[in-house]
């Protein structure tokens, strides 16, 4: 194996902890096997060992901060009887965000994490969250409604206009 940074054939196995920074914050993983560059000290992976540490470091991302795990958070979108679609809805997040953090393919900000937790936990706050999400799902109607009528008009406005025009 060559060193990807100096194109050294001077590399080694390693399975010492790795510590590496993951938005924003270090962490240590370790349980890993990758190679280390003896002439420049860069650390050469292959994809499944990259896979495996980003992996770990968003387990341990979302252990410090208390963020659901993909199974949690489709586990309590099926307890209410939601549909992906529906529960984005209910979050006020956009598509296909729920299906990405229940794949585990995208972790959630710690706001949003915030919020599931409070769900979860509090039984009085999904009732209010149902409250919050049907009110914004008819603000959002009301807009498209109110969008469509304006169109609609602007048209008729536009034809009034050009007729004038020829006529003029």
Sequence with gaps: MLCSECGSSNVRLSAKPLKETFRGEEFVVSGLEYYVCD??????????MAD????????QYRKAHHIPSGEEIKSFRKSLGLSQKEFEQYIGVATPTV???????????????????HLINIPEAKEEQFKISRVKNRAQKCKVFDFVQYTKKSKQNSKVFLSDIKEG
């Design 99 to 117: 299906s990405r953090w229940e794949t585990e393919a995208v972790i959630p900000s710690i706001p949003v994490a915030s919020l599931l937790i």
């Design 39 to 48: 002439d420049c000290d860069e650390v050469v992976m292959s994809l499944a």
């Design 52 to 59: 495996k540490q980003a992996k770990e470091m968003a387990k």
